[in-house]
């Protein structure tokens, strides 16, 4: 049974909004569930947020970005290579949400999540 959804939105800019706002809209905007986790990640603007439905929030609390964004991530993202940055990222999530619902994964599920751009 999933216990969670990752998602992540790969932006150009916010277009000078805050990055939170844009979460906080895009989250609202599709309907997303209270187990979904959308990480959004402004290119140029150098950002990034992890917005979370109510039953993930003890999950992933305020703050738990800055343990998944490491200094290898951040490398990563400065030597532009997304992929390698996201992956690591949502290796780690996924990681913390298996593991705090007691379920064991399965290989494929590790690394479940859905890339959406605009």
Known sequence: MKQGRIFVLT????DGKSIGS???R??????????????????????????????LKTI???????????????NNFRDEDFD???????????????NSTGQKSKAQDRISYMQLSV
């Open 11 to 14: 932006i150009d800019t916010t």
């Open 22 to 24: 844009v979460a906080h």
């Open 26 to 55: 895009y989250y609202a905007n599709h309907r997303f569930r209270t187990k979904t986790v959308l990480l959004v990640i402004a290119v140029d603007d150098r950002k990034v947020r992890l917005q979370t439905g109510s039953s």
């Open 84 to 98: 390698t940055g996201v992956m690591a990222m949502v290796s780690s999530m996924s990681n913390k949400l298996n």
């Open 60 to 74: 992933f609390p305020r703050g738990y970005l800055d343990t998944i964004l490491t200094t290898d991530v951040k």
